[in-house]
């Protein structure tokens, strides 16, 4: 048998050893997660700084939507109104041309009755001429 303590030196020594050897293993283990977590860490900073740019734009998006809705409510209000402006208008004219028509229609009426009034006046005046002027020479017999 061997002297005491020289037998299990070795295996002490190679446990040992084995010990350190995984040490240093879970030392690099722990450095590499150490690592990787704050990568990890740097990653989801990013993220959240582009979550929350993200948020900022869609809010940003929201408000345009919404006015641009205000603005084409207000489009299509104005549509309609110039709609039944449009309408109303094309009414009056309608109105105006119907008025022309008439108008026109007494105008050349009012026209032809003074026309022949005229040539009545005329005619009288011409005989009324034509009786004084015979009358001038061939005097009546007394």
Same mark, same amino acid.
């Given at each position: 048998?061997?002297?005491?303590?020289?037998?299990?030196?070795?295996?002490?020594?190679?446990?040992?050893?084995?010990?350190?050897?995984?040490?240093?293993?879970?030392?690099?283990?722990?450095?590499?997660?150490?690592?990787?977590?704050?990568?990890?860490?740097?990653?989801?900073?990013?993220?959240?700084?582009?979550? *929350?740019?993200?948020?900022?734009?869609?809010?940003?998006?929201?408000?345009?939507?919404?006015?641009?809705?205000?603005?084409? *409510?207000?489009?299509?209000?104005?549509?309609?109104?110039?709609?039944?402006?449009?309408?109303?208008?094309?009414?009056?004219?309608?109105?105006?041309?119907?008025?022309?028509?008439?108008?026109?229609?007494?105008?050349?009426?009012?026209?032809?009755?003074?026309?022949?009034?005229?040539?009545?006046?005329?005619?009288?005046?011409?005989?009324?001429?034509?009786?004084?002027?015979?009358?001038?020479?061939?005097?009546?017999?007394?």
């Amino acid at each position: 048998m061997p002297a005491a303590g020289y037998a299990y030196a070795p295996a002490y020594l190679i446990a040992v050893r084995q010990s350190l050897k995984y040490s240093n293993t879970t030392s690099e283990y722990l450095k590499t997660t150490l690592k990787y977590l704050k990568t990890t860490l740097k990653y989801l900073k990013t993220t959240l700084k582009y979550l *929350k740019t993200t948020l900022k734009y869609l809010k940003t998006t929201l408000k345009y939507l919404k006015t641009t809705l205000k603005y084409l *409510k207000t489009t299509l209000k104005y549509l309609k109104t110039t709609l039944k402006y449009l309408k109303t208008t094309l009414k009056y004219l309608k109105t105006t041309l119907k008025y022309l028509k008439t108008t026109l229609k007494y105008f050349f009426l009012s026209v032809q009755w003074h026309s022949m009034c005229f040539v009545a006046i005329v005619i009288l005046l011409s005989q009324s001429l034509l009786i004084n002027l015979a009358l001038r020479f061939y005097p009546a017999s007394e």
